[in-house]
């Protein structure tokens, strides 16, 4: 079946430093990949997306690659800011087979904190 | 425009209850999603109601079920609660025929069973 796998946490950086957040998935077919950002005592936002092989998402300055080779899409940022502090969670949904279309599997999240 | 809206906010219950939790969907859509998120993990999905029926079902037990009704906003009934049911309860709504399919998600109901 389908698994998100991200690195453990929880990461704690100065403001200014680099971000760089692992995630390597499972899946069947060619499953699309997502960064969401959950903020505290709120819902999930998308960050970004990736729908194939080699695509960049990016948005807010951060970026994530889709690179089927390694099946991982990590998350980066140049230069993190306190405001970023929050739950970053990867999440693929298969194509491979309508019964599993619309149906995002999710890895076990990351909380970040970003001191002044 | 409103985006995706849950209620109740918080929920408190007891062992053996039954609870109803009610999601309205972002203006537009069609397709809504339900996802169980546990405290300290990642959502995990439990099912999605397209037309008004249950289209695609995770690895949860029948005492979850739920509706969706014409005006496409659904309900997620858990029946005799257990300890283990509580979490913060997802709800995503998208638009079928998009290319794209994005699902939004709403700020959840937080549950707690005692």
């Known amino acids: 079946g389908n698994s998100v796998t991200q690195m453990e946490g929880p990461v704690t950086l100065s403001e200014e430093a680099f971000l760089t957040i692992n995630c390597t998935y499972t899946a069947t077919g060619y499953p699309s990949l997502f960064w969401y950002v959950q903020y505290p005592g709120e819902g999930l936002q998308l960050l970004l997306k990736?729908?194939?092989?080699?695509d960049k998402g990016s948005n807010k300055g951060f970026e994530a690659t889709y690179r089927k080779e390694t099946t991982s899409f990590h998350l980066e940022k140049g230069s993190v800011q306190v405001s970023d502090s929050a739950v970053y969670f990867c999440a693929l949904r298969s194509r491979a087979g309508g019964t599993s279309y619309g149906k995002l599997t999710f890895g076990q999240g990351t909380i970040l904190t970003v001191h002044p | 425009d409103a985006g995706v809206t849950q209620s109740p906010t918080h929920l408190i219950k007891t062992r053996g209850q039954q609870v109803t939790l009610r999601c309205s969907p972002k203006s537009g859509h069609d397709t809504v999603s339900w996802y169980q998120q546990a405290l300290g993990q990642g959502p995990q999905f439990i099912f999605q109601y397209y037309e008004e029926e249950e289209r695609q079902r995770g690895n949860f037990p029948d005492r979850f079920s739920g509706h969706q009704f014409p005006n496409y906003s659904s309900e997620l009934n858990v029946n005799a609660l257990l300890l283990g049911d509580s979490a913060l309860y997802l709800c995503a709504s998208s638009f079928q025929s998009s290319s794209y399919n994005e699902q939004f998600f709403g700020p959840g109901t937080r549950l707690t069973v005692l």
């Open positions: 990736a729908t194939k092989a080699d």
